[in-house]
C-alpha cells in the first residue's frame, strides 16, 4: 500500500521526501506549510503533491519537485524554487509560481479563466501546454525581470499574458492577449491570436 503523508496547517518539512518502490506515496499540504527538502527525486517519484487539501493556502517549497500529478486546490499557492517535473492541475484560483530554471510540465486549470502562472528568476522553461483552448488560465506573467528568460515549448492559452523587462519565447500555439509591463521582449514563433498592449513599455515583439 503506497504511503501517504500529510503536512499541517503552518507546519515545516524539510529534508527529502521520496518513493522506495519506484512512483508511489503522496504528500498533502492542508493550507500554508514551508518545505526546503526536495519532493521526491528524478528516479523516485512522489505519485500526488497535493496543496490546500482543508483550504485555501500558501506553501513555499524550495527544493523542487518531482512528481508524476500536482495538485492545487481552493485557490492556493505553490510557490516553488527548482525544478517541477510534473503536471500540474489548478482548482479555483490557484497560482503556481516557480523560479530558478523551473521547468514545470502541462498546467491546466479546471474552471475556464481562473488561475495564475508566474515564472521568474533566471531562465526557465515549460515542456507542456499551458491551458488548454477551452479551459483557459486567467494571467500567465513571463520575463519579469530583465535577466529572465521564460520559454514555453508548448501552446499558451491565458486571458492575458504579462511580459516584463525580460524575454519571454513563444514555441507554439499562443492564444492570449499580450500585456508589456516593462521594456521587455516577446517572440512569438508561432504568432499570436489576442491583442498586444504595450502600455507604453518600449517593448519588441519578435
Known amino acids: 500500500q503506497a504511503a501517504g503523508l500529510t503536512v499541517a496547517n503552518g507546519q515545516s518539512l524539510s529534508g527529502t521526501v521520496s518513493s522506495t518502490g519506484g512512483v508511489a506515496g503522496t504528500v498533502n499540504f492542508a493550507q500554508s506549510a514551508t518545505e526546503t527538502g526536495a519532493l521526491g527525486t528524478p528516479s523516485s517519484q512522489i505519485s500526488l503533491v497535493e496543496v490546500g487539501t482543508a483550504g485555501t493556502g500558501t506553501v513555499n517549497a524550495t527544493g523542487g519537485i518531482n512528481a508524476t500529478n500536482i495538485e492545487i486546490d481552493n485557490g492556493s499557492t505553490l510557490n516553488v524554487t527548482g525544478n517541477v517535473t510534473g503536471p500540474t492541475a489548478m482548482a479555483g484560483a490557484a497560482t503556481l509560481s516557480v523560479t530558478d530554471s523551473s521547468t514545470p510540465g502541462v ?9 495564475t502562472l508566474t515564472l521568474g528568476g533566471g531562465t526557465q522553461s515549460v515542456s507542456g501546454d499551458v491551458g488548454t483552448g ?3 488560465l486567467n494571467t500567465v506573467n513571463a520575463g519579469n525581470t530583465a535577466s529572465d528568460s ?5 501552446a499558451v492559452y491565458a486571458n492575458t499574458t504579462n511580459v516584463g523587462a525580460g524575454t519571454a519565447t513563444f514555441n507554439g500555439t499562443t492564444q492570449t492577449n499580450l500585456d508589456f509591463t516593462g521594456a521587455g521582449t516577446a517572440n512569438l514563433n508561432q504568432g499570436i491570436t489576442g491583442n498586444i498592449d504595450f502600455a507604453g513599455e518600449n517593448g519588441t515583439v519578435n
Open 150 to 154: 521564460s520559454t514555453f515549448n508548448g
Open 134 to 136: 477551452s479551459d483557459q
Open 107 to 115: 498546467v491546466t486549470t479546471a474552471t475556464a479563466g481562473l488561475g
